[in-house]
Each structure stands twice: as structure tokens, then as C-alpha cells.
């Protein structure tokens, strides 16, 4: 329950728009991105970044791939427009970039903002107002009429005042503050005076940018604005359709993707989400689930942890664990099932295939992150991680019921220390239980051994300690190294499978023996195991594994 449940709270209407188009739209190509990192995502730190780390930061966004990049408030901020003046006269602006400087609707705002930018090649000047239904009543105390004659005024001047300056193209971008909590037809009212006082066409293009300034409906909804002003502003084959999601019902990547849907050609973000109250529309999230898709979204991720690296030293914001596609944790799976799942998927998987991996919606190594951090195990992973970590790093492959076996071990130790067990624990649990059971004490520890041929079998000599620090000599015969060995220890022990694997390749490779077998009067079957260059003697080991593991369990 909620603290003042009785508080009353005005329900979004929704859009009568009976014949869209959008639910039934496929999305197949990227839209044009523009990065407002610099701008809408500065002014939403604790601490603004100062020169230098603006100057990093649109580095990188340049080297992402922005061909529109948002670079700051210069009217209202002098590092701003020191920032802004410094990236033109030290020509650090590509050719195919173009930055973008915002302002109010203001004359000496708007001139200091042209000023800031004055021989720059190309520049987008975007002026914006809010023209919902609350900030006309009771924040500008203005009409829609009055709204209007200000939007038509300012952009008049702007015009004359760009006019002064030939060498640069210049393109309008108007933003209609809190469009989506504005009645559709004064929003189209209003941005229809600012394509006409622009005289957009061929040669004078303009933007218009739709916000969702602060979220306060479905993202279908936002949908439906959108195409409903894609349909009637003027002069639509001049106009550039823009979004600009915020994030305040965390749907701002669900509202930017179906504004496309919706026709909106243009969308602004900020890297990770970074912006004010819940954040901007995040760009690296919307342009990799394009990406998933089959788009190409023009933009370079493929070192996912280097750009979350600069974004947080830029802005000194953490990015969470489990960030979409950046979070630390986001390809990690400590659920047994699903670790079981991507073991698998992984082994099936094809070089040529597409992409299908269980739980995994995109290839890690697609953003420059590895398998390893894929399966974490805890006390909740399953026998399919362990075994996908054995066979990963350490090239131990386990019969299906020795994994089983296995995780209850691991599992076991986890929950007594409740935490997660890294790769270096998991094997050492592993040496632990099959390789060494020695160091438990109470066990049969190999020495060396002779084997000879028989007419009908094989003959061995077999040297161990026993568990009170003895050595024993035994011998023993059967129609193999096994059964030999098996007879030379006369204990109630029965072998039900072998099985031996190659840990590595080439001439220093270990062999590693997997023995199954059952103790006589004790319920169930248990595994042993042994490496060794030579696979005999890997094979003795095994045997005296599990002959020592049932040895243990008989005497508790």
C-alpha cells in the first residue's frame, strides 16, 4: 500500500486513432542517432564534466560512429562554450559530424548561441519550449495563441541571424517541450508555425524533435502521437522526425522503438541511459536489440567494456551489473538450468549457424566480452555449469552421472560459505574429491606399479601406501590393466564403466582416467579418478580414487 493511496492522479488519455499503421510496421534500418550525452546527460550529474572530460567523451562518441552529436548549452554555460569554440577553430569536428547547440527562446540567448558556433561547416540550432497544458497555466501564465507567436517570432530571428553567416549550413531542430502531455492538435498547431517561419524545404531542412519529457503513458501511446504527427505536419518530405524518450516508467527504449515504428526517422539518448530523474533514451540498448534483429545500427560496440569504461569515468556514474549488453553480469548465468542450457547450446552451435544460444541474446564476443564470465557458479548452479567450467578452462570432460555427483559437492562447499566459487576453487574441489583423496587421509595412494602380459590376460605388480603410512606390494591378474588391478587390491569393489579422456594436446598432454563403480553393501555408485601422461597409470589412480572415496564413506 501506498503511503497516501486517497491521492488522486490524472490518467493519460488515450490517442483516437483507429486505422494505425504501426502496430503492423516492421523495423528495417537504423535511424539517424543523435547523442546528447554532452548536453541533456551533463546536466543531469552531481558534478558537470568539466573541458577535459567533455572533450574525452565526444571523442568517443565520435569514434562510436555519431554522425549528430549534442554538444552543449553555450548561452547558458561558458565551458560550454568555450567547449564548443575550441572543437571548431581546432577543426576536431569531422567532416561528417555535426554538432548540435541548444537554447530557449530567447534574442540573446539565440545570439550568443550562433555566435558560439560561427564557421563551423554544418550545425544543427535547436530551440525548444514547453507547450503542454500545465507549464502554459502555471509556469509561463501564456495562451496557445501567444505560445505560437513566440515559436513563429523566435525562429524568425533565428533565421535572420544564420542568414549573416553563409559558409555554415544550418538546420532548425524545434523541440515542443512536453509534447507527449500536450493536446495533439496545439502540438501540431505549434510545430506547423516553426516549419512555416523556417520556410523549411530542399535546401533549409528542420527537425522536429518530439519528447516524452517526463513519462506519463504507455509507450503505445506515445506510438500513436507520433504517427498521428507524422500524418499531418507540413511539409513532411522537409521534415526530419525526432523522439526524444525519457525514462521516467522505464519504457523509454520500448517508446523510441515503436516511435519508429510510428514513422520517426531520428532518435537522442545518452550512452547507457545517463540523463535527468530516470534518464534519457539508451542508445547503446536501443542500437544492439536492433541489432539482434538483423540491423546494422552503424554504431561500433564491439569493445562494450571500453565504452562503459570512458562513460563512467566521463561522468563518474556506475554502470549497473545488470545493464543490458554492459552490465558486468548481464552473460552471466548461476541458475543450473540455465547453465545447462548454454553448455549445450554453445556444443551444438555451428561457425556458419545463426546465432542461437539458449539465454544468451546475443554473442558476447560480438561486443569484445569472452565465454569466461558466462558460467558463475553459487549455490543455486547446477551440474551443467560445474561441468562447463571443468571443460572450459581446465579440459575435464564428465560422464553425465559424475557431473551430478560432482555438483553436490560443489554445492555443499558454496553453501557453507555463501558465495560465488570461481574457476580456481571449482578445480581444486575437483583434485580434491578425485584426483587426490589422499589428502583426506584414509586412502590408497599410488606409488608405482609393474604390468606384464599373460597368455590370457595382463599381470600387475602394484605399489601403494596404505592409510597408515605403509607401503604395500600386491599383485593381481585379469583380462586387462583394470580387472588386474582390481583383483590385486581384493576389496568388494565392482567396475561398471571406464572411460579416459586427453587433457590438451601434443607430447606433454595428460591422459585423465574416469572410473564408475559400486562398493559391496553400500548403496549407489561413485566416480574415481586420475591424470597421468600414461593413461595405465591414470587408470590405476582412478581405480585407487574410488576404491579410497568408498573406503572414507564405510568408515563414517
Keep these: 500500500m501506498l503511503k497516501h493511496p486517497e491521492k488522486k492522479y490524472r490518467p493519460f ?73 575550441q572543437l571548431i577553430d581546432e577543426q576536431r569536428i569531422p567532416a561528417d559530424v555535426t554538432p548540435m547547440v541548444m537554447t530557449q527562446l530567447r534574442e540573446d540567448l539565440i545570439d550568443e548561441t550562433v555566435r558560439s558556433v560561427a564557421g563551423a561547416k554544418r550545425v544543427i540550432i535547436h530551440l525548444y519550449n514547453a507547450i503542454a497544458p500545465v507549464w502554459r497555466r502555471g509556469v509561463f501564465g501564456l495562451s496557445v495563441t501567444e505560445i505560437e507567436l513566440l515559436v513563429a517570432h523566435h525562429v524568425g530571428l533565428l533565421r535572420e541571424k544564420v542568414a549573416q553567416h553563409p559558409e555554415t549550413e544550418w538546420v532548425l531542430q524545434y523541440s515542443p517541450e512536453t509534447f507527449n502531455m500536450a493536446e495533439l492538435d496545439v502540438s501540431l498547431r505549434i510545430c506547423n508555425t516553426a516549419i512555416r517561419s523556417w520556410d523549411a524545404r530542399t535546401d533549409r531542412p528542420i527537425i522536429i524533435n518530439l519528447p516524452t519529457t517526463v513519462e506519463v503513458a504507455t509507450p503505445n501511446v506515445f506510438a500513436d502521437q507520433v504517427e498521428w504527427m507524422s500524418r499531418h505536419l507540413e511539409r513532411r518530405e522537409h521534415v526530419v522526425l525526432s523522439v526524444h524518450p525519457h525514462n521516467d516508467r522505464g519504457t523509454g527504449v520500448a517508446c523510441a522503438e515503436q516511435a519508429i515504428l ?83 547450446g554453445l556444443a551444438a552451435r555451428q561457425p556458419d549457424d545463426c546465432w542461437e544460444v539458449p539465454y544468451l541474446p546475443i554473442d558476447p564476443q560480438d561486443l569484445g566480452r569472452t565465454y569466461d564470465s558466462i558460467v558463475r557458479v553459487n549455490s543455486q548452479s547446477g551440474k551443467g555449469g560445474i561441468a562447463f567450467i571443468l571443460q572450459r578452462d581446465h579440459g575435464v570432460k564428465m560422464p553425465r552421472r559424475m557431473q551430478i555427483e560432482f555438483s553436490a559437492v560443489v554445492q555443499k562447499y558454496a553453501d557453507a560459505r555463501e558465495t560465488e566459487l570461481g574457476s580456481d576453487v571449482i578445480w581444486q574441489l575437483f583434485e580434491h574429491t578425485y584426483l587426490a583423496p589422499a589428502q583426506t587421509g584414509g586412502t590408497l595412494t599410488y606409488i608405482s606399479h609393474r604390468l606384464w602380459d599373460l597368455d590370457d590376460g595382463q599381470k600387475i605388480e602394484l605399489n601403494m601406501a596404505l592409510p597408515d603410512g605403509s607401503c604395500r606390494s600386491v599383485q593381481g591378474i585379469g583380462n586387462g590393466p583394470i580387472a588386474a588391478v582390481v583383483d590385486a587390491l581384493d576389496l568388494p569393489l565392482r567396475i561398471d564403466s571406464y572411460e579416459e579422456r586427453s587433457m590438451g594436446s601434443g607430447a606433454d598432454a595428460q591422459a585423465l582416467a574416469i572410473v564408475e563403480g559400486r562398493w559391496q553393501e553400500v548403496p549407489g555408485s561413485h566416480f574415481g579418478a586420475g591424470q597421468h601422461p600414461n593413461i595405465v597409470t591414470a587408470s590405476i589412480q582412478a581405480i585407487l580414487s574410488l576404491a579410497s572415496r568408498f573406503m572414507l564413506e564405510t568408515e563414517q
Excluded at 70 to 79: M, N, Y
Aim: proline share 6%.
Design 262 to 344: 510510428a514513422g520517426a526517422q531520428r532518435v537522442e539518448g545518452c550512452l547507457f541511459g545517463n540523463g535527468e530523474r530516470s534518464g534519457n533514451l539508451d542508445l547503446v540498448t536501443l542500437a544492439l536489440n536492433l541489432y539482434t534483429q538483423g540491423i546494422n545500427p552503424g554504431l561500433d560496440f564491439s569493445d562494450i567494456a571500453e565504452v562503459a569504461r570512458i562513460a563512467e569515468q566521463c561522468t563518474t556514474l556506475p554502470i549497473h551489473p545488470r545493464h543490458p549488453y554492459a552490465g558486468d553480469l548481464v552473460f552471466t548465468a548461476f541458475s543450473g538450468s540455465h547453465q545447462d542450457a548454454i553448455a549445450k
Design 13 to 85: 488519455p488515450s490517442i483516437n486513432l483507429p486505422n494505425r499503421c504501426w502496430p503492423s510496421n516492421t523495423i528495417t534500418q537504423s535511424p539517424v542517432w543523435l547523442s546528447t550525452d554532452l548536453r541533456d546527460g551533463n546536466q543531469a550529474l552531481f558534478e558537470p564534466m568539466n573541458r577535459e572530460r567533455k572533450l574525452h567523451l565526444f571523442d568517443e562518441l565520435v569514434r562510436l560512429g555519431f554522425k549528430e552529436i549534442e554538444v552543449g548549452f553555450p548561452a547558458a554555460s561558458r565551458i560550454d562554450f568555450d567547449v564548443v569554440r
